[in-house]
């Protein structure tokens, strides 16, 4: 699967924290300092080192937290990947529509893995897990975005889907 500029969109079914990439992307909570879901598991598999970059940041930049739809980069610590991107999905909302905020996750992550210089970007499927996102919308806005944001020197951006149901989806959207 091909999107612009050359880079080449794939997907993987599992555990984004045994992934290989320059970036991985972690769909964190505000706090930055770790929690459930993806930002825990990124967290222990990271160890330490993440959890001390985000401290850094939180004493500095982010006193009051990553702001939805925004992204920043740490280390990777002892994660197979030079850094991780953390990036504030929203909670999925029936009255209010907040898709431009889950665009900008990744239109976010891309433009950080972009001044890193990473060539290659792991995303999972940010805002679809405990901030119960519907997977199917959230598949389409993440393809549509990346397919439109995606630019050098990113060669290939991954989505890791964690279940079955993740997977199709962004199979389907990713056609």
Same mark, same amino acid.
């Given at each position: 699967?091909?999107?612009?500029?050359?880079?080449?969109?794939?997907? /993987?079914?599992?555990?984004?924290?045994?992934?290989? /990439?320059?970036?991985?992307?972690?769909?964190?909570?505000?706090?930055?300092?770790?929690?459930?879901?993806?930002?825990?598991?990124?967290?222990?598999?990271?160890?330490?080192?993440?959890?001390?970059?985000?401290?850094?940041?939180?004493?500095?930049? #982010?006193?009051?937290?990553?702001?939805?739809?925004?992204? @920043?980069?740490?280390?990777?610590?002892?994660?197979?990947?030079?850094? @991780?991107?953390?990036?504030?999905?929203?909670?999925?909302?029936?009255?209010?529509?907040?898709?431009?905020?889950?665009?900008?996750? #990744?239109?976010?992550?891309?433009?950080?893995?972009?001044?890193?210089?990473?060539?290659?970007?792991?995303?999972?499927?940010?805002?679809?897990?405990? #901030?119960?996102?519907?997977?199917?919308?959230?598949?389409?806005?993440?393809?549509?975005?990346?397919?439109?944001?995606?630019? /050098?020197?990113?060669?290939?951006?991954?989505?890791?889907?964690?279940?079955?149901?993740? #997977?199709?989806?962004?199979?389907?959207?990713?056609?």
């Amino acid at each position: 699967m091909s999107t612009g500029e050359g880079v080449r969109l794939t997907l /993987a079914r599992g555990d984004i924290t045994r992934q290989k /990439a320059d970036v991985l992307v972690n769909a964190a909570n505000s706090s930055l300092l770790g929690g459930g879901g993806v930002d825990g598991a990124i967290h222990r598999a990271g160890g330490p080192e993440i959890l001390a970059a985000c401290r850094a940041l939180r004493a500095s930049h #982010y006193g009051k937290g990553l702001p939805t739809g925004r992204a @920043v980069a740490t280390t990777a610590g002892r994660l197979d990947a030079t850094w @991780v991107v953390h990036t504030v999905g929203p909670v999925w909302s029936a009255t209010d529509d907040r898709s431009d905020l889950l665009a900008s996750c #990744y239109r976010e992550s891309l433009s950080v893995a972009a001044e890193l210089g990473a060539r290659t970007v792991a995303f999972p499927a940010v805002s679809a897990g405990i #901030y119960g996102w519907p997977v199917r919308d959230a598949a389409r806005i993440a393809v549509r975005t990346v397919r439109a944001e995606a630019t /050098a020197p990113v060669e290939e951006v991954r989505f890791v889907l964690f279940d079955d149901q993740a #997977y199709e989806a962004f199979a389907a959207e990713a056609g």
